[in-house]
């Protein structure tokens, strides 16, 4: 059983914040969200639950050479993406160089739809304990939500899609695979979103951004701090910051508490969250 462990960054700022919230009402609010490690948890009891990424190296489901390259291209990049001495502009080509050689390793190595469905189907990706409700409480309000993610987004949308949460009131900005007609991946749609470019990710091009110009009122929920870049660019009043802290808690509750306004640490449920949208009418 996960214990519950909430930290209120700065009490008096958070029922600030969370007042304006609830005079707005749902009417001026709108949601954005991180997926892996925000509405997924990380941990299964002490296991660490894998990235869709993750079980397609592990799984064998790819060509044999895939995964040795996979963990080859983390094991060079994933270092430079934590060093936090390296200047934000040099990293953030990296990154860039990473998924793009990594996209085009995914294709060449046979990734088709059959590959994502088996994963889906076998629920290796497990959403956050609450999060149904989170999502079924936000449609039911018609408020917009938004989740902004450098995973895959056929993924996260198949995932919402099996579970009956595809609502017509997310909108999901992140890398999309494109298809041949056998279903074959040939490559991505549109910009790369990674860890450090989601405040570039063009959400004012997109339909969400039609839909919340007159909402000035939001709930980001993110696990890294690297995640307050989303609201980057947005107009709003208020912004209320929800940190998931899933491991490590005490090493980086300090970091936590400067981003975030609301940390929720262990792995915890939405239980919080849901309460707090639940007193948003």
């Known amino acids: 059983m996960v214990k519950e462990r909430i930290v209120i960054s700065n009490p008096k700022k958070f029922e600030e914040k969370k007042s304006a919230l609830i005079r707005g009402g749902a009417k001026s609010l709108h949601i954005i969200?991180?997926?892996?490690?925000?509405?997924?948890?990380?941990?299964n009891g002490k296991n660490r639950i894998n990235t869709v990424i993750a079980q397609l190296r592990e799984g064998n489901y790819l060509a044999p050479g895939y995964a040795a390259k996979s963990y080859a291209?983390?094991?060079?990049?994933?270092?430079?993406?934590?060093?936090?001495?390296?200047?934000?502009e040099e990293k953030k080509e990296k990154m860039q160089e990473w998924w793009g050689t990594h996209i085009k390793m995914i294709a060449e190595s046979g990734m088709n739809r059959k590959v994502m469905l088996d994963i889906i189907k076998k629920k290796k990706i497990t959403l956050r304990n609450g999060a149904l409700k989170f999502f079924d409480e936000l449609n039911s309000k018609k408020v917009p939500t938004l989740i902004l993610s450098a995973a895959l987004g056929d993924f996260i949308?198949?995932?919402?899609?099996?579970?009956?949460?595809?609502?017509?009131?997310?909108?999901?900005?992140?890398?999309?695979?494109?298809?041949?007609?056998?279903?074959?991946?040939?490559?991505?749609?549109?910009?790369?979103?990674?860890?450090?470019?989601?405040?570039?990710a063009?959400?004012?091009?997109?339909?969400?951004m039609k839909k919340v110009l007159k909402r000035k009122n939001i709930i980001l929920l993110g696990d890294s701090t690297d995640d307050l870049d989303m609201i980057k660019g947005i107009d709003y009043e208020n912004a209320l910051k929800i940190g998931f802290l899933n491991g490590?808690?005490?090493?980086?509750?300090?970091?936590?508490?400067?981003?975030?306004?609301?940390?929720?640490?262990?792995?915890?449920?939405?239980?919080?969250?849901?309460?707090?949208v639940r007193e948003i009418r």
């Open 33 to 43: 969200a991180d997926f892996d490690r925000t509405l997924t948890k990380e941990f």
């Open 73 to 88: 291209l983390h094991g060079k990049y994933y270092p430079i993406e934590k060093d936090s001495k390296l200047p934000y």
């Open 157 to 200: 949308e198949e995932i919402l899609k099996s579970e009956g949460r595809l609502y017509k009131n997310i909108h999901v900005i992140s890398n999309f695979f494109e298809f041949d007609r056998k279903g074959n991946v040939k490559g991505y749609k549109g910009k790369i979103v990674h860890a450090l470019n989601k405040s570039e």
């Open 202 to 208: 063009e959400i004012e091009k997109t339909p969400y």
């Open 248 to 276: 490590e808690v005490e090493k980086n509750l300090k970091d936590y508490k400067k981003a975030f306004d609301v940390i929720i640490c262990n792995d915890a449920s939405m239980d919080f969250v849901n309460k707090l």
